[in-house]
């Protein structure tokens, strides 16, 4: 198993930037892709992006590609999601994710050990 601890949520205005991270503690080496999913109110939790592990190859989902980026400290055993041009729609609570499979990194079911998630929110 492993366990995995987000922060750095909180409010912030359109156009501001804020980086939230999470740390990976127990089983790390069984991870293949981190990825961060986010799930706004009265709405499914979606796919924002994924890091691999070992290379740091990365995949965005189209609504953040351009504005978001995955980063990784191995070192640290901690993933990072420095999040700008922030809009009112990215309001969600933010969980990080640990997959040991290396295919469908974009698929909440793919990944079996979940953070308890950070909440951000974005005013007009």
């Known amino acids: 198993q492993v366990r995995l601890v987000e922060s750095g949520g909180g409010l912030v205005q359109a156009g501001d930037s804020l980086r939230i991270s999470c740390v990976a503690s127990?089983?790390?080496?069984?991870?293949?892709?981190m990825g961060w999913f986010r799930q706004a109110p009265g709405k499914e939790r979606e796919f924002v992006t994924a890091?691999?592990?070992?290379?740091?190859?990365?995949n965005y989902a189209d609504s953040v590609k351009g504005r978001f980026t995955i980063s990784k400290d191995n070192a640290k055993n901690t993933v990072y999601l420095q999040m700008n041009s922030l809009k009112p729609e990215d309001t969600a609570v933010y969980y990080c994710?640990?997959?040991?499979?290396?295919?469908?990194?974009?698929?909440?079911?793919?990944?079996?050990?979940w953070g308890r998630g950070t909440l951000v929110t974005v005013s007009s």
């Open positions: 994710a640990a997959t040991p499979y290396a295919a469908q990194w974009w698929s909440a079911a793919r990944y079996f050990d």
């Open positions: 127990g089983r790390t080496f069984s991870i293949y892709h």
């Open positions: 890091i691999m592990w070992t290379d740091g190859s990365t």
